[in-house]
């Protein structure tokens, strides 16, 4: 099979992100091909060169974002890195994907109604397994005793709702760059689930209750005893 030529794979990625611009904008089913025609500059019948349907462009679109995160949170759960580490590592990845296509992650969070079943399947297999493995690295955590006890759901359903909100308050020359946003958002979440008191017991039952024994003396000599 003859590969794409490198102008193709240039329009076709423009092509996306001018749908993905206009779907957010207008929603879905209010935008027209014809309408992606406009804005790309070329002709209806040129659009077909490079996709089959509008139903296709928002296939791509899904599959170029939800399904890129899901395998990088899966790799990341797997690997060898201390918990917060990998609490951080994800937050920063994430928050500079979804910083650089902004546009295409609105447009996931509007056009959900609007996905064909089979791409809707796959979209929330996508979300699941971020969620799953997120909250597999936050207990984790709290088993090695990096961090502090926590309803692992809760949290990171606080934590995606906090990244996945750059894509509408972001914008690129506000003030500060991505890189300054990411880091700042991985020090709130990292002192939000983290231990205040700095200790780090040991991992399991044998550090729980080292912990609780240092807390049961330290309450004894305030009482007296």
């Known amino acids: 099979m003859a590969k794409a030529s490198p102008r ?26 014809q309408d992606i025609a406009d804005a790309m500059g070329i002709s209806r019948p040129a659009l077909y060169y ?19 995160i899901a395998a990088y949170v899966t790799e990341l759960r797997r690997s060898d ?3 917060e580490e990998k609490i951080a590592t994800f937050v920063r990845s994430t928050v500079t994907r979804i910083a650089a296509s902004a546009a295409r992650f609105r447009l996931l969070d509007r056009s959900e109604p609007d996905l064909p079943p089979s791409v809707l399947r796959k979209h929330e297999q996508g979300k699941r397994r971020v969620l799953e493995h997120l909250r597999g690295m936050l207990a984790e955590g709290v088993q090695s005793g990096e961090f502090r006890p926590l309803d692992e759901r809760i949290v990171a359903f606080s934590i995606l ?55 049961l003396s330290h309450l004894e000599r305030l009482l007296g005893f």
């Open 8 to 33: 193709k794979d240039l329009v076709a990625g423009e092509l996306l992100e001018q749908a993905a611009a206009l779907f957010a904008e207008r929603g879905f089913a209010a935008t027209s091909l």
């Open 50 to 68: 490079y996709i089959k349907s509008k139903e296709d462009l928002l296939s791509q679109l899904v599959e170029g974002m939800t399904e890129p």
């Open 81 to 83: 890195l201390p918990a």
């Open 161 to 215: 709702g906090t990244i996945n909100w750059v894509a509408w308050w972001y914008h690129e020359g506000g003030g500060s760059t991505i890189d300054e946003v990411a880091d700042e958002m991985v020090r709130m979440i990292i002192a939000g689930i983290t231990r205040t008191d700095g200790r780090r017991p040991e991992p399991g039952l044998k550090g729980a209750f080292g912990l609780l024994r240092e807390d």
